[in-house]
């Protein structure tokens, strides 16, 4: 499936990634030092700037895992990869809403899809451009692939960042934090409180832990549990504010992604996928814990839900098929 192979005939993983600005680039660099892909592949209109970060990047190729890099204006650059992540779209300007980046990035889309789908035909499709959710939905209705060969990177980053401020509310390592964000990559998003644990405790049920006195620190309350949704929600837009862009933990995230797949991993990651049937919910496409691996998105997990996290879900989505019958998807 797309594989290259060296003059000593050995297979190797290729990356393909269209898009070189802070995402594209940052999304690169980190595949390459986590040693995700043997072959990273970037392509942009700019010939000047994706030329450059791939030399800039090669030229530290040294002190990552063994690796090739390239950058092009041709599409071509992209045969044969075996994933595919999109990460050009519509810059996000401070104080923009996700949705309101829709129109423009979509008709971008409607133009590169179709070539990158010539030169690739079997890579999974990886998008991360913003609102990723409608972004997903179009690509599927223009591109004609399968819905498991084509998904977003969904709320991946934001239950990464839910993980984060529990662990610092709590003082338990982000590892051992284990909650998912479900529903729109944006403002109606969805915390499954229900279904989350630290280590091995549920969280609803969390005691806290002693301090240096033997007081118990770190509980989570109801008020405790909305502040940190609502940081969540809000950390995208405090970021875009003071620096123009996030770009370390998309890019992070993405290459966690990136590797669930190339290695079959069947990781379990809240990517944003075509929901059918869903606990009620169809024809949107909306991040719910699923399986990754070699083929794409498989299983969507029909993890616990409240009621009241079920009824969220369902506003989510309503919200989000609302906005692609709008754009005639």
């Not at 030329?51 to 190729?61: N, V």
């Not at 950058?71 to 071509?76: E, L, Q």
């Not at 284990?178 to 729109?184: M, Q, T």
Request: hydrophobic share 45%; with cysteine.
């Amino acid at each position: 499936m797309g594989l290259d192979a060296t003059p000593a005939g050995r297979r190797t993983t290729k990356l393909a990634i269209v898009g070189a600005g802070s995402v594209g680039a940052t999304l690169a660099y980190a595949a390459l030092m986590r040693g995700a892909a043997r072959s990273v592949a970037l392509y942009d209109i700019d010939k000047a700037k994706v030329e450059a970060e791939a030399l800039d990047i090669g030229h530290g190729i040294q002190f990552m895992p063994m690796a090739d890099v390239v950058g092009s204006d041709d599409m071509a650059v992209c045969a044969g990869a075996d994933v595919v992540v999109v990460t050009a779209g519509a810059k996000q300007r401070p104080g923009q809403s996700r949705l309101e980046l829709a129109e423009a990035t979509i008709g971008l889309v409607r133009k590169i899809l179709p070539g990158l789908v010539d030169v690739a035909p079997d890579a999974v499709y990886l998008m991360v451009t913003n609102p990723v959710d409608i972004v997903t939905y179009a690509a599927l209705k223009i591109s004609g692939l399968p819905p498991n060969q084509l998904f977003g990177s969904g709320t991946v980053l934001d239950s990464s960042r839910l993980r984060y401020l529990l662990a610092q509310h709590t003082g338990v390592a982000v590892q051992n934090i284990h909650a998912y964000i479900a529903g729109e990559h944006g403002d109606s998003e969805i915390p499954l409180w229900s279904s989350a644990a630290i280590g091995s405790v549920p969280l609803m049920d969390w005691p806290g832990v002693p301090g240096p006195d033997g007081v118990m620190v770190g509980r989570l309350d109801a008020a405790d549990r909305e502040r940190i949704a609502d940081e969540v929600v809000q950390s995208a837009y405090r970021i875009i504010a003071g620096k123009g862009a996030t770009n370390y933990a998309v890019a992070l995230a993405g290459s966690r992604i990136i590797e669930a797949i190339l290695g079959d991993e069947r990781r379990i990651l809240p990517v944003s996928s075509l929901l059918e049937g869903y606990r009620g919910i169809s024809d949107v496409c909306l991040s719910v814990p699923s399986i990754v691996g070699r083929h794409g998105v498989g299983a969507r997990l029909e993890v616990s839900m409240s009621d009241q996290e079920l009824a969220g879900l369902h506003r989510s989505a309503d919200a989000l098929r609302a906005v692609a019958r709008q754009f005639g998807l």
